[in-house]
């Protein structure tokens, strides 16, 4: 299966690791609603990680995922598999367009 970020296709990719596995302050690719974001592991709760999501607007949200959540690699970027695979594909979120 490949993974379609910005319309285009990337390799096939395979699991690398689960969420508990990796430390605090790692960063990955999360899929928001309608598009990717950034996220980092904040803190480790028992059987779930906490997140914060980056917002496109300047605002952080948290979320708490399963330590078990799959961590894949596309070209030494760590994606968190969404729920639901549908989601697979969609653009990265615009945090400023002056760049």
Same mark, same amino acid.
């Given at each position: 299966?490949?993974?379609?970020?910005?319309? @285009?296709?990337?390799?096939?990719?395979?699991?690398?690791?689960?969420?508990?596995?990796?430390?605090?302050?790692?960063?990955?690719?999360?899929?928001?609603?309608?598009?990717?974001?950034?996220?980092?592991?904040?803190?480790?709760?028992?059987? &779930?990680?906490? +997140?914060?999501?980056?917002?496109?607007?300047?605002?952080?949200?948290?979320? @708490?995922?399963? &330590?078990?959540?799959?961590?894949?690699?596309? &070209?030494?970027?760590?994606?968190?598999?969404?729920?639901?695979?549908?989601? +697979?594909?969609?653009?990265?979120? &615009?945090?400023?367009?002056?760049?």
């Amino acid at each position: 299966m490949s993974i379609i970020i910005s319309g @285009k296709i990337s390799e096939p990719y395979l699991p690398q690791t689960i969420l508990g596995e990796l430390a605090t302050g790692t960063r990955m690719l999360y899929r928001a609603k309608n598009e990717w974001r950034q996220a980092v592991i904040s803190r480790d709760f028992g059987s &779930k990680v906490e +997140l914060t999501i980056a917002n496109p607007k300047g605002r952080n949200y948290r979320i @708490k995922k399963a &330590k078990d959540s799959q961590i894949f690699s596309i &070209k030494n970027i760590l994606v968190l598999m969404p729920d639901y695979p549908r989601l +697979l594909s969609g653009p990265l979120a &615009k945090y400023d367009n002056r760049w």
